[in-house]
């Protein structure tokens, strides 16, 4: 028997709070951005990626050519977001535009690092990209994820 030991109380509370995640597997050299508000927070979004129709199993079917579930390696970093009414409401452009911020930028260092990767996800431009604070907040998550990559 194979047991596997998962820590999820950090990332399963998510009342009132949301969350950048990036799924990682650096033996497929792929990253994932997504973002959710979900009452169980990454932890429960990340069980609807991996659904048959799931985006994170789709797009990796589409860049790798095999399924998922073969890969030992997938990793997901959690950023939790500032307790802001902006960042938590139903309203999602703010997170839509850290969540944007954040893909656009490793797309552009991804080479410097090392694996490389491709940028798997798809992410909806938003209007508030231009705001300081959300700035700030994509750059905070994209050093963070290179320390740790």
């Known amino acids: 028997m194979n047991m596997i030991e998962t820590y999820i109380s950090n990332i399963f509370d998510g009342m009132n709070k949301s969350y950048i995640y990036l ?6 050299k792929v990253v994932y951005v997504g973002m959710t508000n979900s009452y169980a927070g990454t ?6 990626h991996v659904t ?38 139903v309203e999602k452009s703010y997170r839509e535009a850290i969540e944007y911020l954040v893909q ?34 994509a750059n905070e998550i994209v050093l963070e994820f290179i320390q740790c990559y």
Request: charged letters at 30%; a positive charge.
């Open 23 to 28: 799924w990682v597997s650096k033996k497929q």
């Open 43 to 48: 932890f429960g979004r990340a069980g609807a």
């Open 52 to 89: 048959k129709k799931g985006t994170l199993r789709k797009r990796f079917i589409e860049k790798k050519g095999f399924e998922i579930n073969s890969v030992d390696d997938f990793r997901l970093f959690t950023y939790l977001l500032p307790n802001d009414y902006k960042y938590i409401s």
């Open 104 to 137: 656009k930028e490793l797309q552009i260092i991804r080479g410097n690092l090392n694996p490389t990767f491709d940028v798997i996800s798809w992410v909806r431009q938003s209007p508030r990209t231009n705001n300081t604070e959300v700035k700030k907040i």
